[in-house]
């Protein structure tokens, strides 16, 4: 048997899942885990009670890829096995400490430094490459691009348990894990499952700022703010808007009071650091974005994915939640913008911020010439 130089004498006689592990612990991946793929599983049934009380919102993809995100053997029947891997990406300091900060918009932890998927794809490819050296068989490498349940997979493959607030969950890095997935037709030992550690704890659940939670291990996204400033499209609702306080790129709370978290070193050579220009920014710079600026400052990093007007509307929230009367010239010029998403919500940052005569002012001008529908109703709905 001929043996690669680059194996250490250690791994020579062993197991293929074993030196899978080992390279990809090397490769800088902060966990790694083999779940061995079975038709059907528990998480189709749960994926299915998520779309049947139509929790999923705005999410149509999730509909129609439902059975290939049920069952990763849909997706690809050839496969035999996993290899789930992870990375830290927890935080330097509390992210919760940002919502006393009212005059910056904050921005969650992900999603403050480099796209997680341009660091992590990299390194499964180079993974791929060694399992098929290793073990031969075809591989197929996922980091959030495909219809494939990571969650429901990572746990299966010993990386953690799904917690009360549905993410993973792990002893050794809490709450804050990338996750990527690899899955191969060899057939490779499998790792054992984690057991559920959250107990009696329900931090995550209590904390919600929009009782996103209907009971415990389920969510209903669409009152997540998570989903409502990434992947809602439309207005976010009145019920919500001042619950999202300042949060204008996700929301981290039941994330940050997980208290496995104690255990999770920060990220390991800083990979996922905030650059100074996404760590919860000035909402006056926000506000002034146009759609060029707005993709050269946010380039590299998940935000950019929302777009520009969508964002803005989640920045003119943080204003109208602010107090902050300074930021009411902002705030009526983004009344003239070309996006009524933007002129919808300008409406109500402004009749949270201006005097009553301002506003009643911008009203009488404004209404009759705005074409559109929905801003319409924003402007009759509000009232100083």
Known sequence: MSVPQSVPDELVFASPGKRVREFAIGLGFDAVGIARLEPGGPQAARLRSFLDAGWHGDMDWMETTADRRGDPLILWPEARSAVMVAMSYAPLRDP???????????????????????????????LAREVVAIASGDVKVFVDTAPLMEKPLA???????????????????GSWLFLGALLTTADLEPDDRESDH??????????????????????????????????????????????????IFGCDDCLAVCPWNKFAAEASEMRFAARSETANPPIAELLALTDAQF??????????????DRFVRNVLIAAGNSGDQTLVGEVRSL???????????????????????????????????EPDPGVRTEWMTETK
């Open 96 to 126: 919760l400490d940002g919502l006393g900060q009212r005059d910056r918009g904050m921005i969650s932890v992900y999603a403050q430094g480099k796209d997680y998927h341009e660091i992590l794809k990299p390194k499964l490819k180079h």
């Open 155 to 173: 746990a299966l493959a010993g990386l953690g348990w799904q917690g009360k607030h549905t993410n993973l969950v792990s002893r050794q890095h």
């Open 198 to 247: 959250c107990g009696s704890c329900r931090r995550c659940l209590d904390i919600c700022p929009t009782a996103a939670f209907p009971a415990p291990y389920q969510l209903d996204a669409r009152r997540c703010i998570a989903y409502l400033t990434i992947e809602h499209k439309g207005q976010i609702g009145h019920e919500f808007r001042h619950a999202i306080g300042n949060r």
């Open 295 to 308: 993709r050269a400052r946010f380039a590299g990093t998940p935000v950019k994915r929302t777009g520009r």
């Open 335 to 369: 009344l003239d913008d070309a996006s009524p998403l933007v002129r919808g919500m300008a409406v109500w940052a402004l009749s949270r911020l201006a005097s009553e005569d301002t506003f009643q002012d911008e009203r009488e001008v404004r209404f009759e010439a």
